[in-house]
């Protein structure tokens, strides 16, 4: 295995995974996710400020979710047919000036257009980004996505621990401090552009081997996607339970004080960082479907345990539910992946979006369900989600993919 270069004019196309794109790539992931969980982390600021209710607070996720998930496979789809480099930063443009839009919102409207913004600039990132961490995989397609995700995971986990500790206590228009790091972002996202458009040039000049067909008929891909879709349904529809609403849970259930629920919601992020990593390894090895099958399923006794325990046993409970229900994300990705050989954007766009909109969608139908009833129950009623994993079962066991090699297509 080789290391590549963001600087140098090196051939950048080396055999091996090119471990300095994927760090590049998983660190503007980092920037990326951090600046957009500060939005759900400010929910209960921003409640108080405006006087939201839980739908009005749904509302916001849903109009970022949304925006990014509309735009994501259009992007992936059209970057699949042609290429744009240069794209990434651009696209941090957008959540820069979206950040400061929130920063200085003084209407619950413009919240929601704050809000679009930093989705539309999530739009441009997350399929462009993805097919990147594949390019630079050197075959080993499920560690590049685990590396590139798991930069997400912890930009969303430290995002709460700055909300509590600097938005919090100085207020709105302090958020706009954070345009810094969309502005670090931008210099990073530049230098792998220029990667990009190197590796393109030189593969240019190498003799395309054929990308080849996965085994299976069109319905049975179409219906393999849709269980995928199906478990991404499962997956972040309680992933938006816990994000958006875990805070008031804690604080509403066991008193804690808006501090200390932002602190137990970094854990669990923290802990969904570390389950990220282990997903693609683990796939790559043992094949993905292993990988989906315990994640979504293996959950399944610890939602069902949450909702009646106290505050050390939901705080242990949602670090075991982040660690397992994370690892799946990644297998799901490659696993769609090598359905679809040769759409690595619009894969990547469909289920990131995907992911999005059905996290947008179930924090704004949750919110309503929690204004009608109780947030207990949102939690109660959410256990029963990871049921849908026995979905995996109808998956059919692909064939691991063989290694890259010098000449062969990276995508």
Not at 114 to 122: D, E, K
Not at 133 to 145: D, K, T, W
């Amino acid at each position: 295995m080789t290391s590549g270069t963001l600087t140098t004019g090196r051939r950048p196309e080396a055999d091996g995974t090119v471990f300095t794109i994927l760090a590049a790539i998983s660190f503007s992931h980092l920037l990326n996710d951090m600046m957009q969980s500060l939005l759900p982390a400010l929910y209960p600021m921003l409640a108080t400020d405006f006087g939201l209710d839980f739908g009005q607070v749904g509302l916001i996720t849903l109009v970022f979710n949304l925006t990014a998930s509309i735009l994501q496979p259009a992007i992936g789809l059209y970057t699949d047919r042609k290429p744009q480099p240069y794209s990434l930063p651009l696209g941090m443009g957008f959540t820069l000036v979206g950040l400061v839009v929130l920063s200085v919102a003084p209407t619950f409207p413009l919240l929601l257009l704050g809000a679009a913004l930093v989705g539309m600039g999530s739009a441009v990132f997350h399929p462009e980004s993805s097919r990147i961490a594949r390019l630079a995989s050197g075959g080993r397609h499920g560690l590049a996505q685990s590396v590139f995700q798991v930069g997400g995971n912890i930009g969303s986990a430290i995002g709460p621990l700055l909300a509590a500790f600097i938005v919090l206590p100085r207020g709105q228009a302090s958020i706009g401090w954070f345009s810094a790091a969309a502005l670090l972002a931008i210099l990073v996202l530049t230098g792998v552009g220029a990667w990009y458009q190197r590796h393109r040039r030189s593969r240019a000049a190498k003799p395309r081997r054929p990308v080849a067909p996965v085994a299976l008929s069109r319905g049975k891909v179409g219906m393999s996607l849709g269980i995928l879709g199906m478990l991404v349904f499962s997956k972040y529809i309680y992933l938006a339970s816990l994000t958006s609403y875990f805070t008031f849970y804690l604080i509403q259930t066991f008193g804690v004080s808006v501090q200390q629920a932002q602190i137990h919601l970094f854990i669990f992020l923290g802990a969904v960082a570390v389950g990220t990593v282990a997903g693609g390894p683990i796939g790559d090895r043992f094949g993905r479907k292993v990988v989906i099958w315990g994640s979504i399923l293996g959950v399944l006794p610890f939602t069902m345990a949450m909702p009646y325990v106290g505050l050390t046993g939901t705080v242990i409970l949602s670090i075991i539910i982040g660690l397992i229900l994370a690892s799946a994300f990644s297998a799901i990705v490659v696993y769609a992946q090598e359905l679809v050989p040769g759409k690595t954007g619009t894969i990547a766009g469909l289920f990131f979006g995907f992911a999005f909109g059905m996290g947008g969608i179930g924090a704004a139908v949750l919110g309503e369900v929690a204004d009608l009833t109780s947030i207990g129950f949102v939690y109660r009623l959410c256990a029963f989600l990871p049921l849908i994993g026995l979905l995996t079962v109808f998956l059919p066991d692909l064939e691991r993919p063989r290694r890259v090699t010098a000449g062969a297509p990276a995508e």
